[in-house]
């Protein structure tokens, strides 16, 4: 049974009456009773009863049409879908992202997302760049927010933000009297840093960030999450580099934010993604994008 000989059933069991049912379909009355004829002899069964005075569904046109009527919304609902998809407003997204993100462009990305796509189911992992660098090319995630340099030709990119480091001290620590600091001012002062295998990125700007000013840095204590970070400096563990960013989510009774005095290397926080990505993909991209450049235009922090 073709598809439009079931509309052409549908159309006469709501009208029941041939000559209205024909109006309805823009057809011709006599092709539209050949073609019902025609469905009955496929499918073996009378599915009117026709007289001079009126038509009526018989017991089978009656099952006929109570779930023809089902089966084709779901189908109109499937092309619903499919065409949704075909436009990014619909499907599966797989979002990984990590603390930088989380703290500075993610929320107001998720947000506007959200209020636009909202039949898009989000699936949202944290994770460090080198974890989002294999899902990405493994397929587990499609969209990852990972600091720079990517350096994979399989995937594509868009910076985001690029982030200054600011140095978390205690209060009461003697560097918190001062309103910037020199990296010569932390070089004897025990660091807390993210462990090398939970953010290998970060972890080398950092030490890199030392060793070019001459010091090596003395890795006092390792701790994967920023807001443990934050807790240990709090309480006189040590000091922290942290991305500017997680300052503004931080604010932990017990410590303060001071900025370098020296010009040192960005944190670069990008959007990337598989090449040749679906409409899903190129949408939550475009959006990404879009926050951030009317973040920047009106001067405000994102």
Same mark, same amino acid.
């Given at each position: 049974m073709e598809l439009r000989h079931l509309r052409y059933f549908l159309a006469v069991a709501e009208e029941l009456h041939f000559t209205r049912a024909a109006e309805k379909l823009h057809i011709a009355q006599p092709p539209l009773s050949q073609q019902i004829r025609a469905l009955e002899v496929e499918l073996g069964v009378e599915l009117f009863v026709r007289t001079r005075r009126k038509v009526k569904l018989t017991e089978a046109g009656r099952v006929l049409y109570e779930e023809g009527q089902r089966a084709l919304a779901q189908l109109e609902q499937a092309v619903r879908l499919a065409q949704g998809a075909a436009r990014g407003e619909s499907g599966r997204l797989a979002v990984g992202f990590n603390s930088s993100a989380a703290y500075s462009v993610l929320p107001a990305i998720l947000r506007t997302y959200r209020q636009r796509f909202a039949e898009v189911e989000l699936v949202l992992r944290e994770a460090t760049t080198d974890r989002q660098l294999t899902d990405l090319r493994e397929g587990r995630i499609d969209v990852g927010f990972l600091y720079l340099p990517i350096g994979d030709p399989a995937l594509r990119w868009a910076v985001l933000?690029?982030? *200054?480091?600011? =140095?978390? !001290?205690?209060?009461?620590? *003697?560097?918190?009297?001062? /309103?910037?600091?020199?990296?010569?001012?932390?070089?004897?002062?025990?660091?807390?840093?993210?462990?090398?295998?939970?953010?290998?990125?970060?972890?080398?700007? !950092?030490? &890199?960030? $030392?060793?070019?000013?001459? $010091?090596?840095?003395?890795?006092?204590? &390792?701790?994967?999450?920023?807001?443990?970070?934050?807790?240990?400096?709090?309480?006189?563990?040590?000091?922290?580099?942290?991305?500017?960013?997680?300052?503004? $989510?931080?604010?932990?009774?017990?410590?303060?934010?001071? /900025?370098?005095?020296?010009?040192? *290397?960005?944190?670069? =926080?990008?959007? %990337?993604?598989? @090449? &040749?990505? *679906?409409?899903?993909?190129?949408? $939550?991209?475009?959006? %990404?994008?879009?926050?951030?450049? %009317? %973040?920047?235009? @009106?001067?405000?922090?994102?």
């Open positions: 933000l690029s982030e *200054p480091l600011v =140095v978390a !001290v205690g209060e009461c620590h *003697p560097l918190a009297d001062k /309103p910037s600091l020199a990296i010569a001012d932390l070089a004897a002062e025990p660091l807390i840093l993210n462990p090398r295998a939970d953010g290998r990125r970060f972890y080398d700007l !950092v030490t &890199e960030i $030392f060793e070019q000013s001459g $010091f090596k840095p003395r890795v006092a204590q &390792e701790a994967a999450l920023t807001q443990t970070i934050v807790s240990l400096v709090a309480g006189g563990v040590g000091i922290a580099l942290l991305p500017d960013s997680a300052r503004q $989510f931080q604010r932990r009774a017990g410590v303060v934010y001071r /900025p370098l005095s020296e010009q040192i *290397p960005h944190l670069e =926080v990008a959007v %990337a993604w598989r @090449a &040749e990505p *679906p409409a899903v993909v190129r949408e $939550f991209v475009r959006v %990404a994008r879009e926050i951030v450049t %009317a %973040a920047v235009t @009106a001067g405000q922090s994102v």
